[in-house]
Structure formats: structure tokens, C-alpha cells
């Protein structure tokens, strides 16, 4: 299946920990995204990168730490984490346009709690 | 059924009944919008898009409309399905390098048989 996947899908955690979500897309697109879903539903992005570099960084904690090793690939690594960092968090990807019609793909989620 | 205002999260309507969900986008130098579909425990999947240059677009099923003079977005479904009951999202792209969507607060469309 053509598709945008992540894993784990459910991540239980204690607080204080580091732990990884792991993103991977098979569409052929070269810019890929992490949003975070909050527990109103609110979708904020938080990265994106294109072709292995950074080209979005909202203001997040530095904990957050993104990684491309290719463009078929992005991880999210939180470092010592925090229970306001509890939330869905999306991958998606999309080709890099100027025309900015570019349609984002979104992966299933991953449900972080932090305990 | 129509959603009225930017804070009403919920719509109700009644299966086969046509649903309109509204949606106020804040940034004049917005050109491009999407709406996406989230049903429960999965990722928002795309529905329809529209360009700044056009006030409609149509779909299997689906219709939205934009204006920009009051920078107001929405779509209509006809003959609501119980399969059409999930979030429905609006996100505007802005103007700048690179593909950054701005959602909007989402709407739950429940559809009752």
C-alpha cells in the first residue's frame, strides 16, 4: 500500500524519559511534517523537512528533535519528557511546490502519553 | 444542517440531510485551502481543495465554496452518510517557502440515522 506510516501507534511513558516515533512515506514525496493533535483535536505543525533539511521549525521545546536520514524517513526524538507533552502526534508528507498546492498526506497518529 | 459561527465545534444532522460546515480563515495572503475528514483514531484525510482564484469547486458528493472578500470557507455535503461522522478540518496555506498549513479548530459532524 501507497501510504504514509508511523510507529508505535500507542506510546506509554513515564515522565522524564526519551523516546522515539518513527515516520515513513512510500508516495515518492520529498517534504515530510510533524503536527501535534492536542486533546481539543487542535492540529499545530511543529517541523517539516524537504529533501533531509529543515524548512519549517515552530517554536518547540528543544527537546524536540527531528531527524531526516533520507527523504523517504522522519523520526521524531523527544527528549526527558513532560505529561503537556501528551497528544497525537501526525507525520505527513507532500511534494515541495512554490505553488503551494501541494496536498499533505497524513500517517495514522501516534498516541503519546506521559504517565 | 449548517454550523454557524467559528466556535460551534458540533453538527448534527440527519442521514441524507445536506451538511454545511463553516469555517473563517485569518490570513488575507492565504491561496490555497483544503479541507480534510478525521474519523476517530485515525489521520485527517484530504477531502477537497480549493485555489484563491476560484469561489467553488465541486466533488463527489461535496462542494466548497470560498470567499474571500470576507475570507470565509465551507462545505456543503450532500445526502449525509452515517459514514460521512468524523472531524472536518479547514487548513489555509500561506504564502511562504515550503507547504505550511494553518488548520482550523475542526468541526464533529455526527450524522444520525
Known amino acids: 500500500d501507497t501510504a504514509v506510516s508511523q510507529t508505535p501507534k500507542y506510546l506509554v511513558t513515564q515522565m522524564g524519559n526519551d523516546k522515539s516515533i518513527k515516520c515513513e512515506q512510500n508516495l515518492g514525496h520529498d517534504t515530510m511534517y510533524w503536527y501535534k493533535q492536542d486533546s481539543k483535536k487542535f492540529l499545530k505543525i511543529m517541523f517539516s523537512y524537504n529533501n533531509k533539511e529543515l524548512i519549517i521549525n515552530e517554536t518547540v521545546p528543544n527537546r524536540f528533535s527531528p531527524k531526516s536520514p533520507d527523504k523517504a524517513h522522519l523520526n521524531l526524538h523527544i527528549n526527558s519528557l513532560e505529561l503537556g507533552d501528551s497528544a497525537v502526534y501526525f507525520c505527513?508528507?507532500?511534494?515541495?511546490?512554490?505553488?503551494?498546492?501541494?496536498?499533505?498526506?497524513f500517517g495514522p497518529g501516534t498516541r503519546l502519553t506521559v504517565l | 444542517g449548517e454550523s454557524v459561527g467559528l466556535h460551534l465545534p458540533t453538527l448534527s444532522v440527519q442521514e441524507g440531510d445536506n451538511s454545511i460546515i463553516n469555517c473563517a480563515y485569518s490570513?488575507?495572503?492565504?491561496?490555497?485551502f483544503i479541507w480534510y475528514k478525521q474519523e476517530s483514531g485515525k489521520g485527517p484525510q484530504f477531502i477537497i481543495d480549493i485555489r484563491s482564484n476560484m469561489d467553488k469547486r465541486q466533488g463527489q458528493r461535496v462542494t466548497v465554496l470560498l470567499n474571500k472578500t470576507v475570507k470565509h470557507l465551507s462545505l456543503q455535503i450532500a445526502a449525509t452518510q452515517p459514514g460521512d461522522s468524523a472531524v472536518y478540518f479547514c487548513a489555509e496555506n500561506k504564502r511562504t517557502s515550503g507547504s505550511r498549513l494553518t488548520f482550523g479548530e475542526g468541526t464533529q459532524l455526527t450524522v444520525n440515522p
Open positions: 490570513n488575507s495572503a492565504s491561496d490555497y
Open positions: 505527513a508528507s507532500s511534494h515541495f511546490g512554490t505553488t503551494s498546492t501541494d496536498t499533505q498526506y
